[in-house]
T-cell receptor
């Protein structure tokens, strides 16, 4: 079993839809949770950074962490074609610990 | 701020040759840089952690004699793929740790990624 599981998609939604992206994990030591956006042939770009359980909102993006279920989500409101990319979840236990990435979910927002 | 560059963005080489990839943090000093490989539809795989002025720490299964890493300054790390073979063809991405941020009073690890280098070995 992988430490971090993420549905690779692809996920296609119409413009303006609410998108829900999810990851599950098995390591209960993970405390820091990140979402990265990666456009084709580019490096990942940090979108959201959360610690422990709870919600964090930044513009159209909301990150949720449920440590009891080992489940994290990224919601994108009013999705735009420019949101079309691969979204990777990532997490670690903090400090200098290695960051573990999900495989990424490919999202396509159709105009 | 927090821009990381990589050079070259793509390279094609013959089997048996060596290829050097540079990773630079343009507007901040990075005491720690990371090198990843990414295969299609797979997650980023950490190859090694590079600390300025010291030897790199390689992940299990990564050949340190094949993937030479040098972190000579606080803004530059290099990855040299020696005697490259077709199976080394991949997307190589570096990241730089900007240093300690703070979230909810706790130290956080923020990595900024370069744009990646596509290596094709013929």
């Amino acid at each position: 079993q992988k430490e971090v599981e993420q549905d690779p998609g692809p996920l296609s939604v119409p413009e303006g839809a609410i998108v829900s992206l999810n990851c599950t994990y098995s390591n209960s030591a993970f405390q820091y949770f990140m979402w990265y956006r990666q456009y084709s042939r580019k490096g990942p770009e940090l979108l959201m950074y959360t610690y422990s359980s709870g919600n964090k909102e930044d513009g159209r993006f909301t990150a949720q962490v449920d440590k009891s279920s080992k489940y994290i989500s990224l919601f994108i409101r009013d999705s735009q074609p420019s949101d079309s990319a691969t979204y990777l979840c990532a997490m670690n236990s903090g400090g200098y610990q290695k960051v573990t990435f999900g495989t990424g979910t490919k999202l396509q927002v159709i105009p | 701020g927090a821009v990381v560059s990589q050079h070259p963005s793509w390279v094609i080489c013959k089997s048996g040759t060596s290829v050097k990839i540079e990773c630079r943090s343009l507007d901040f000093q990075a005491t720690t840089m990371f090198w990843y490989r990414q295969f299609p539809k797979q997650s980023l795989m950490l190859m090694a952690t590079s600390n300025e002025g010291s030897k790199a720490t390689y992940e299990q299964g990564v050949e340190k004699d094949k993937f030479l890493i040098n972190h000579a300054s606080l803004t530059l790390s290099t990855l040299t793929v020696t005697s490259a073979h077709p199976e080394d063809s991949s997307f190589y991405i570096c990241s730089a740790r900007r240093g300690w941020g703070s979230y909810s009073g706790r130290a956080t690890d923020t990595q900024y990624f370069g744009p990646g280098t596509r290596l094709t070995v013929l």
